[in-house]
């Protein structure tokens, strides 16, 4: 059985640091790539950074690049994403997800929600102002 378990989340004061963790069971973590999403109250769910497992390319977006992190321990079949400089506008329930995806995603497709096969059940993140 697959399995994606997050962890790591809180609330925190703005400019805090956070690291989250997604334990995956089940699969082999080659080959795949990692999603962390996440999903404010009254927002759409949105793409926050991913990673290919095969060849550690990693991507972001644009609102967190050079504040959050992602980062694969293969061994443990674990993926961080370790967040500092945090925002109120950070507060989100954050997922992971994960995908078999050879070759890896590019810097555009990792957003793409749908071609994640499996889910974690989020971790709330709440920064203060």
């Known amino acids: 059985e697959v399995q994606l378990v997050e962890s790591g989340g809180g609330l925190v004061q703005a400019g805090g640091s956070l690291r989250l963790s997604c334990a995956a069971s089940?699969?082999?973590?080659?080959?795949?790539?990692i999603g962390w999403f996440r999903q404010a109250p009254g927002k759409e769910r949105e793409g926050v950074s991913g990673i290919s497992t095969s060849d550690g390319s990693t991507y972001y977006a644009d609102s967190v690049k050079g504040r959050f992190t992602i980062s694969s321990d293969n061994a443990k079949n674990t993926v961080y994403l370790q967040m500092n400089s945090l925002k109120p506008e950070d507060t989100a329930v954050y997922y992971c997800a994960a995908t078999l995806w050879v070759g890896g995603p590019d810097g555009i497709t990792w957003r793409n929600q749908v071609a994640y096969d499996y889910w974690g059940q989020g971790t709330q993140v709440t920064v203060s102002s």
């Open positions: 089940g699969f082999t973590f080659d080959d795949y790539a």
